[in-house]
């Protein structure tokens, strides 16, 4: 029963540690006071963990009454529940079966930079992927589409972002206050199309898989075909003089294939923002170090951005988690420290010290 987040409109979470001798009116007080919820809201489950994580207990409300549920794992399971100081959590459903499946109900990213001797070809990727099993969400290039080819267990899904992008560059070239040229009217319902299948998709987000799938293929997939036959329509029906449109047509048509995956599956996002977010700061920045032009140097330089992004995607502050990292490899030999010390130093660890986690200095 417990894993069925469906059973549950609202999900709340009472972080820290319970007292788990209470029953049902020392529970309902927690709910009241504490947490500052109404307990007798319909639809609603309340979850507490104590000292031992390895049982929880849950409060539900079902219209005449409450129903108190107590969980005990197995083996050595248990629960990873969270001990910050705040006293009450709402929790999407996807969140909740991360909980009940003995993950964090925040999934830890890891971000990677690389070089190759400054080749962006296929055969670089594939080093890089070696071994990789899965999604690749990409833009158009045509180096990911190679392997997208080689490999079977290896699927590409397109940006639609980067297909937007194209659009929406053309509709800025027009003149404030000036009427809109055909090609830049054209452009301007482009990108107007995609931004429907955004806000179509995005209602769905933190729903259960299947709500997903069914959101997309009911909701969103009829949006995408009309957008692809609308755009074979321009290119074979109307004349277009504008190159630059041509080309963001043409881009579409080509793309069609990694642009539709994302509607097999709840998991894909239908851009690579993530991705491009990480590189930001880096490429902003690589205009102040031309004259630094050493192969070593840039593989570090990767290393260094790759732990300081996957610390500020876990909620690091970069500065401290570096400053606390020194401090503990400084003990080890160089290259030799234990492989169970460096799970616990990765910047999604658990144990990392609060000073790594607290994003901004206080005053």
């Not at 190759?116 to 071994?131: C, F, K, M, T």
């Not at 090609?183 to 709500?211: L, Y």
């Amino acid at each position: 029963m417990l894993k069925d987040a469906e059973c549950f409109t609202h999900i709340y979470l009472r972080t820290g540690r319970t007292d788990m001798r209470l029953g049902i009116d020392g529970l309902l007080a927690v709910i009241g006071g504490q947490m500052e919820l109404d307990p007798t809201e319909p639809g609603s489950i309340f979850l507490f963990c104590g000292h031992k994580k390895d049982r929880i207990k849950a409060l539900i409300f079902e219209g005449d009454g409450w129903l108190l549920c107590y969980k005990r794992l197995t083996g050595d399971c248990s629960y990873q529940w969270p001990r910050d100081e705040s006293e009450a959590g709402k929790l999407t459903k996807q969140q909740f079966r991360w909980l009940m499946e003995g993950l964090s109900i925040e999934q830890k990213k890891v971000i990677k930079d690389t070089y190759d001797n400054g080749s962006r070809s296929a055969a670089v990727i594939d080093r890089y992927l070696e071994g990789y099993k899965g999604i690749l969400v990409s833009d158009g290039y045509a180096s990911c589409h190679t392997l997208d080819r080689k490999h079977d267990d290896l699927k590409v899904a397109g940006c639609w972002v980067h297909c937007k992008r194209k659009y929406a560059e053309i509709v800025k070239t027009a003149k404030k206050g000036a009427a809109l040229s055909p090609a830049q009217q054209i452009a301007r319902e482009a990108a107007e199309r995609i931004a429907v299948i955004f806000h179509t998709d995005n209602p769905s987000r933190g729903k259960s898989s299947q709500e997903i799938i069914d959101n997309r293929q009911q909701s969103v997939k009829p949006l995408v075909d009309a957008f692809f036959a609308w755009v074979k329509d321009i290119l074979d029906n109307k004349i277009i003089s504008s190159t630059d449109l041509k080309k963001a047509l043409t881009y579409s048509v080509n793309q069609e294939k990694y642009l539709r995956v994302f509607l097999e599956s709840a998991i894909i996002p239908l851009d690579n923002n993530d991705a491009e977010r990480s590189i930001k700061k880096f490429c902003v920045g690589k205009h102040s170090w031309h004259i630094i032009d050493s192969k070593k140097g840039a593989k570090a330089s990767a290393i260094l951005y790759s732990i300081a992004e996957t610390a500020k995607a876990n909620g690091l502050n970069p500065f401290e988690y570096f400053k606390f990292l020194m401090e503990q490899l400084k003990e080890y030999p160089r290259n030799d420290v234990p492989e169970e010390e460096l799970k616990k130093l990765m910047p999604r660890s658990e144990t990392l010290p609060d000073c790594c986690k607290q994003l901004k200095k206080q005053s």
